[in-house]
């Protein structure tokens, strides 16, 4: 068998790809930006060619930074950005519009009335799921109602649809495979998570034809082989997809229900594994498919919050406070406390528990006295806050208590930002010795798929501890942070 595994990271704002040794060593990477594109307000959308050109670049430049042929590649892995929906025309693999991302929020009004006519119950108990801009079901829906043609070419079966794992597969495969794997498929709105299939009511409420979407497959088995590529050979396999936030539950080794970890990326995600039966949330936290694994399915409980990293890139391009997000640290460790200043960053309205896509952000508390240091280190706070909110929730649905919280992501590496999380939510926090635990969840999936890796828990073996950051801020000055962060909520 040849001696390694490609792992493509398909994210919101880059491509990466990373080459992956038996002994679970990343080898090469490879990654390159792309442009994020903002018609108006609140809408975001990416170039489905501009993604492509992006990950082979990643390819490429992975093998050649490992310094290994192509044809040592014994299979390949995808995780990527999850609810971004992509159509294309079936013949000649082009897209018919540009990708809506998981960001925009564009459906709303479908969202709303969908409220309004008491369908969001349907949704949320077969789909696990809230009615909610957020999901590729409405996105989907806006496309067929706003852009002339669509409907029609989708009755003449012209047309495909799916989230980016399915783009990269057809793309990968020459246009053989139009597959989703289940953790994807489960934030469509459109799958019964229970049954692990596409559900026609729902599909039908939304008016979208079922024969648009992919096949629904596991998460760990091969979907396709390679073909017709530049920077492959024909005949490799792709054995193993998983929704970005998923792949890196998996990658951080939490194999056991009341497992939990938090990525943070653009947004912060924090998954914790429930099992084999789906806890569904009395506060509107998502229930959702973790993985689809030889006939079984594992799912999670879900806190998406929207703007995580994203805040600090504002304060980089929009206010030029800092020159690179690595900066935010330096800076926000200049004072002790952010002085009463709070940032609520509903740049594209709020997430979970709240759920308010007309929300906008704010920064309350500013006097004479505030510094550009006192704002960065709100915007930390901010972020860590927001998961606060999650775990809170979290451990009321799921009766579960979190003993520790693994981490990964840009952002982990910041360790004023991971001291301020582990105070907020009074539970140690834990960072692994490799941080791409997403794309290295891909690599394990398509590895066990074709034996390169025996089973789970050698990749349990394997993980590894950097660092753990434990609570030390003082209970009062807790509570004091807490409470103004939830004054100025109410006002966002």
């Not at 852009?147 to 399915?166: E, H």
């Not at 001291?419 to 066990?448: C, K, N, S, W, Y």
Request: proline letters at 3%; aromatic letters at 6%.
């Amino acid at each position: 068998m040849p001696d390694y595994i490609l792992a493509i990271d398909q994210g919101t704002t880059s491509s990466r790809a990373l080459i992956v040794d038996k002994s679970m060593n990343i080898r090469g990477v490879g990654q390159q930006e792309f442009k994020q594109r903002y018609p108006r307000p609140g809408w975001v959308e990416h170039e489905p060619e501009a993604i492509w050109r992006s990950v082979e670049h990643s390819i490429a430049a992975a093998i050649k930074n490992a310094g290994i042929k192509a044809a040592d590649i014994a299979g390949i892995g995808i995780t990527n950005q999850r609810e971004t929906i992509v159509l294309w025309d079936p013949k000649s693999g082009k897209p018919v519009h540009n990708a809506i991302v998981w960001q925009c929020r564009r459906s709303a009004a479908i969202c709303e009335r969908l409220r309004s006519r008491g369908l969001e119950r349907i949704f949320t108990r077969k789909t696990g799921l809230l009615l909610d801009p957020y999901f590729s079901g409405t996105k989907l829906a806006w496309l067929f109602e706003n852009v002339a043609g669509l409907r029609a070419r989708a009755k003449a079966g012209s047309l495909k649809a799916g989230t980016i794992d399915s783009y990269l597969v057809f793309r990968l495969t020459g246009g053989k495979s139009h597959v989703t794997d289940a953790s994807n498929a489960s934030r469509t709105l459109l799958l019964d998570i229970k049954k692990v299939a596409w559900d026609e009511e729902l599909a039908d409420l939304l008016r979208i034809p079922l024969s648009l979407l992919p096949r629904v497959v596991g998460n760990s088995e091969v979907y396709g082989k390679t073909k017709g590529l530049g920077c492959l050979p024909d005949g490799i396999p792709i054995a193993g997809m998983a929704g970005d936030q998923q792949a890196a539950l998996f990658g951080q080794a939490c194999f056991n229900q009341g497992d939990a970890k938090c990525t943070f990326g653009t947004g912060s995600f924090l998954l914790m594994n429930t099992g084999a039966k789906p806890a569904f949330s009395k506060n509107r936290l998502l229930t959702t498919i973790a993985w689809h694994l030889d006939g079984r399915t594992t799912y999670a409980l879900e806190g998406s919050v929207f703007i995580a990293g994203a805040a600090v890139q504002w304060l980089r391009d929009g206010l030029q406070m800092i020159k690179t997000s690595r900066d935010i640290e330096a800076l926000a460790a200049r004072v002790g406390s952010s002085d009463g200043v709070v940032m609520v960053p509903a740049l594209v309205g709020l997430g979970a528990p709240h759920w308010r896509p007309e929300a906008r952000g704010l920064i309350s508390g500013i006097t004479r006295g505030t510094t550009a240091a006192h704002i960065a280190r709100a915007a930390l706070e901010a972020i860590a806050l927001q998961n606060y909110e999650i775990i809170k929730a979290m451990e009321s649905d799921s009766g579960l208590k979190l003993r520790q919280l693994k981490v990964d992501g840009g952002a982990a590496a910041n360790d004023l930002l991971m001291q301020i999380q582990a105070d907020l939510i009074h539970r140690d926090i834990v960072r692994p010795r490799l941080i791409e635990t997403t794309a290295m969840g891909a690599a394990f999936l398509a590895g066990l798929a074709i034996g390169y890796w025996p089973d789970v828990e050698a990749i349990a073996r394997a993980w590894k501890e950097d660092r753990t950051f434990s609570a030390r801020m003082d209970a009062d000055v807790r509570k004091d942070l807490i409470r103004r962060w939830n004054v100025a909520v109410g006002k966002a």
